[in-house]
């Protein structure tokens, strides 16, 4: 029996226990796709990779938005010159988070938002420390590897991509 028979079978008994029959369970060996759970997460796949790639686009548009225009307004941005390099920084996570967001050329855009994750935990944080929950990395080296995902498994069914191949 598959979860979805055993399940509304056990609710029943539990809801009234006064019944003495016993239930039984047989234990099938199920492989992936078999429960309704399994089908159901792998249907919505694509579509989690979208929003995974729209989250990732609106974060780093925040961060761009944050050292470029003052807004939101982060202390630590306050001066930012535009040819410093946190300015360059900021115009790479202003360009990359809104192409990434929209889902245009997302494999190029992903790949290089890697590259730039990367450098900046190595250059910014790895000297600090070697764990990322010490150094205050753990933001970039997600970003390096969500990135890296991105530009191998493209931007998913709710992009500008997906509309242009249409």
């Known amino acids: 029996m598959l979860l979805c028979e055993v399940l509304p079978i056990l609710l029943r008994r539990l809801a009234f226990p006064s019944s003495r ?9 199920q492989t992936p796709g078999e429960t309704v759970m399994n ?23 925040d961060h761009g938005l944050a050292k ?5 307004v982060v202390p630590s941005f306050a001066n930012i010159q535009i040819n410093s390099l ?4 900021g115009v790479i996570e202003l360009i990359g988070g809104l192409l990434l967001t929209i889902g245009l050329f997302t494999r190029p855009v992903a790949f290089i ?13 790895a000297p600090r420390a070697f764990y990322p929950v010490v150094n205050g990395g753990d933001y970039v080296a997600l ?10 498994a493209g931007g998913g069914p709710w992009s500008a ?3 242009m191949r249409k």
């Open 143 to 152: 970003l390096c590897f969500v990135a890296l995902y991105l530009a191998c």
């Open 161 to 163: 991509d997906a509309m």
């Open 113 to 125: 938002l890697s590259g730039f994750a990367a450098v900046g935990y190595f250059m910014t944080h």
């Open 68 to 72: 470029l225009f003052g807004f939101p």
């Open 86 to 89: 946190l300015g360059a920084s």
């Open 21 to 29: 029959e016993a239930i039984r369970i047989e234990c099938v060996k």
């Open 39 to 61: 089908e159901t997460l792998a249907a919505w796949a694509p579509r989690a990779l979208s929003v995974l790639r729209i989250f990732t686009g609106l974060e780093l548009l």
